[in-house]
């Protein structure tokens, strides 16, 4: 009997069941923990992408492919001038005498097709969002006992976002562990476990948690790129199995392919990736380089492919955020613009230039210093001058600045409106994923100042003040607990009341949504200003506000499908009065104000019932009394 128990026991401490039970109460310090912040801090969805990416998510879970109900006017004028062309050429293949009769059937069956997703006959295919998140998410949400549902009662939160919010969590959690085993390996248990500790006390990154966005499965995504490049470099100094260091390079190439796939923007890493094994790739970084990147190609190219057969760009939409918050395209105009004719045209060499020089400078002069959410990114920047001893600590410092450098340059071209509708937390923010590790350098660069300066002067001090010499161990203790909660402060003062409101009106009103869209019919479409929270919480096919009234709103009306509703919100009520309402003769805020002061909409507009209990903060015009009589 004692003999099991000394084997128990051995077991729980040193043995296997150490690791065991310290990962077991790790996660459950983690649960309780973010518990504890989704009832405090929790704020229902309030940025595009997140309730973009959430319907594209739901619609791939229930079988209907990668389609979106949230209808980009650009995307459609996009597919349109595609299927044009391949309705040509099939119209041109028609007309050949030599056809058989079933090569003829196919051909007419395809050209129906094409014409059908043309016209929005069919599910719209989404062009903005890359497929990895979304489709991790559908997998999720398949699985997960989801209401979309809102009840008739006093709305606080959205169950569903609720549950994107745990799995984003998850990977956080997992995030997490990565740093640790990272950090581990190339500093120690110390600052593995300090540096694990402030990134999860860390708040920046609770909110990407539970912002809905695909930030934290960037974030594993970098973790294991870094993890990648960290065996290969040990494994080529070591000179260990010449095959080894080459699967560790084609998993670094898979890693930023799947990363780009997440966020096209992420492709730029290949960049640093290729330049680490370039620099200390030894006799292989030929083949390396050629394996990385071959392996990279393979994961993007055939969504790539599916996205030029489209559109003729092989990242959709997203391809031409570059042109965005440029003279010829400011603020959605793009988006919401319906000419497909060619865009990179209209913006000079100059207005490139512009765009870079003005959005770097402004991610240098705000958001490099609280690039992880707290201090720590300071001791991460003055530790770049202090040497470093190791050679694999030095061999990733260098990969972390060639990535800051190009991440800054791409964050820079790709900026759009989407940063200014939520600065901090977008989609565009790409330096936060540098955050786990920056911290990793940042506490290293702290210990080395507690262990050569601060604790010999503060050891000194109190052996002069009592005359007795204090514990060191303890003092260490002290002094890294009060680091880590001078750190933490933000993530501590995010848990203390007040509490905030967790709707994000305006404009957002879920309940108000939801009931706007369980009016129409599912093959009905609906026009709003905030397309992708109708096509999340309704659930129906909603394309943006046009950008010129009465002009392109006719062209989507007439020529593409029935505009059969029109929702609009205080992000168009709450217009300004003068250059919006006044003076702008092709917008919607004359349109409102025509309205309102009038009480009907302008002559010659189609959609003429409104129901009266919405006004003022939302106004809703539809064909006939939906409300009355519900569709089934």
Known sequence: MQAWLQRVIHFIEEGEGARTLRLTLAALAFVAIAMLYDIVSFKNFNTEEAMDMSQLARNISRGEGYTTKYIRPFSLALVQAQTNRKVSEIAKRLEAKDLSETEKKTLQSEQARLEKIASLKTSHPDLANPPLYPTLLAGFLKIAPIDYKIPFQIFQTYGPELWIAGFNQLLFFLAILLLFTITRELFGPSVAWVSSILFAA???????????????????????????????????????????????????????????????????????VLIFFLLFGSERRARVCFLALGA????????SIRNYTLTGNAFGISGYAICQSTPAFQEDQLERSLQAAPVFGKVSLADYARKLFVNARDIVENEISRLGGNWLTLFFLAGLLAPSLKPAQSKLRYFLLFSFFVLIVAQAFGRTHLTGDSPQLNSENLLIVLGPLIFGFGVVFYFELIDRIVFPELLFYFELID????????????????????????????LLPP?????????????????????MRANELVM????????????????????????????INDDIKTVQALHLTPR?????????????????????????????????????????RFLP???????????AIPPK
């Open 467 to 494: 005359r007795i010499v204090f514990p060191e161990l303890l003092l260490k203790y002290a002094t890294n607990l009060l680091f880590c909660t001078i750190i933490a402060l933000p993530m501590i003062f995010s």
């Open 499 to 519: 509490r905030f409101n967790p709707v994000a009106y305006p404009p957002y009103y879920p309940p108000t949504l939801q009931e706007t869209g369980g009016w």
């Open 572 to 612: 168009t009520i709450d217009g300004r009065f003068l250059s919006q309402m006044i003076k702008d003769n092709k917008g919607w805020g004359r349109f409102v104000l025509q309205s309102l002061s009038k009480g009907e909409v302008p002559d010659g507009f189609p959609l003429k019932k409104s129901p009266q």
């Open 202 to 272: 860390t708040d920046l990154f609770w909110r990407f948690s539970i912002s809905g966005l695909s930030t934290m499965l960037l974030v594993v995504i970098f973790l294991c790129t870094v993890w990648a490049l960290v065996r290969f470099e040990r494994q080529t100094r070591e000179s260990g199995s010449a095959r080894t260091p080459w699967l560790a390079a084609i998993l670094a190439g898979v890693c930023v392919g799947l990363g780009c796939l997440t966020r096209y923007s992420f492709g730029w890493l290949m960049g640093p």
């Open 617 to 627: 903060d939302q106004f809703f015009v539809t064909d006939w009394d939906r409300w």
């Open 528 to 555: 709003s200003d905030v397309p992708w929270a109708m096509a999340w919480y309704g659930d129906r096919q909603c394309v943006s506000l046009s950008r010129i009234y009465p002009e392109e709103f006719f062209m």
């Open 296 to 303: 990279f190609l393979l994961v993007v190219s055939p969504w």
